[in-house]
């Protein structure tokens, strides 16, 4: 059953008020007058204060510093036979290898163009879970962790890992994954 339709019988009084403005006037005014009665705004003057552009700190940071240290500290030991070969394997060789990777694939990788043939090698084998996680533990070591289980991971890899070592570069020891997760922990 619909409800009953009230009578259309004169006003009511209404639970809301009506405003009022008490002597003002309501009107609006246009923006190029001034409102008399109300203090003009003072703007202050814009101060110019000079832009301080601060030098990006190349220093390493305390998680590069104790992985410097750990790869200082692995490379005074004797070489593996497995270094040995490592450092024997040419240029050539590690370009053949990347080849041959290419060409087990069916599309090239258009996304690593500007990359490094050293970069490229070692990203894929990061992204390779084959050999096991790569978070949190240097390239080398997961190289020799995966030869110890058995996994034959190929000794171009860990010769790349090794010029690189010898080269001093600091971000080349961890995975890119690595690098991408550590960065996330960092903003939280």
Known sequence: MPPKRRAASGRTASNQSTLTFNGRSSKVSKPGKSVPGKDAIVKPKSIETPIRIE???EEPTTRENALIEQVVAEAKKELTPEEEEANKISEAQIKK???EKEQARKTPRVHQQELSLNEKIL???DTTSHFG????ITREKRWKRAHRLGLNPSLEILAVVLKEEEAENVKAQRSYVDELMMSRFDEV
């Open 55 to 57: 030098p990006v700190n």
């Open 97 to 99: 290898y990347w080849r």
């Open 123 to 125: 990203r894929e084998f």
């Open 133 to 136: 996680p790569c978070i949190g």
